[in-house]
């Protein structure tokens, strides 16, 4: 353990910041990710996101590899750009779920975009004159417009609006 991550867990505010600092070291299934990692596809994923001037189809070109088998198991390998991309895309995205300090600010940063926009508790979001307003098809089709939370905005409830 790093004298890092030891005062990260011993300074956790809550369980979810705990949970967060685990999760990358937590026992899990074999994942697309890890995969695309064996069939070497990490280099094009973290040239990707290191240069965003580069052509994505011509950098995976680069890696194109037949299936085959590793001490893991059955590796499809990578035959074409598309998988390659897919592979890269894999890879990233477990890389930033696992990555604590990240959920940590996406956490706060939803829950201040929430607290901004007052929806969540009854009464906070917006009214119902303003959702079928908001959701209203062309007049015609008026009668049948759904709304959130199952709201019907039929052609009568539409003139009380």
């Not at 995205?93 to 009854?122: T, V």
């Amino acid at each position: 353990m790093t004298p890092e991550l030891l005062d990260a867990i011993s300074h956790a505010a809550d369980k979810t910041r705990l949970e967060d600092l685990y999760l990358p070291y937590k026992p899990k299934r074999r994942t697309k990710a890890q995969i695309a990692l064996e069939a070497g596809l990490e280099p094009l994923a973290d040239a990707l996101l290191a240069d965003a001037m580069l052509i994505p189809e011509e950098e995976a070109a680069k890696y194109l590899k037949p299936a085959f088998t590793s001490e893991q198991g059955d590796n499809p390998g990578v035959p074409d750009t598309k998988a390659a991309l897919e592979g890269a895309r894999y890879i990233l995205m477990e890389r930033f779920a696992e990555d604590a300090p990240l959920l940590q600010d996406l956490r706060e940063y939803l829950q201040n975009a929430r607290r901004g926009r007052g929806q969540g508790r009854r009464g906070q979001g917006r009214s119902r004159r303003e959702i079928c307003r908001l959701f209203r098809l062309p007049r015609t089709d008026r009668r049948d417009s759904v709304a959130p939370s199952g709201w019907r905005c039929s052609a009568d409830a539409a003139r009380r609006c």
